[in-house]
């Protein structure tokens, strides 16, 4: 299937990219506002993913 070729795919796609992006970003900051021991690993690898996600396109 070539998203490209049918715009209505690529909406869902961008769609469902933007929800991700949401979801992450309420997810870093309830790690942020409880911050341990346990959670300072999956802060950083959220940050990474925060930063992979600006330069998606």
Do not use: C, G, W
């Amino acid at each position: 299937m070539n998203t490209h070729k049918n715009p209505t795919l690529r909406l869902h796609s961008r769609r469902d990219m933007n929800e991700r992006i949401s979801f992450i970003r309420t997810y870093v900051e309830r790690l942020k506002k409880n911050p341990n021991e346990v959670f300072k690993e999956q802060v950083e690898f959220i940050n990474s993913l925060m930063k992979s996600a600006k330069t998606f396109r």
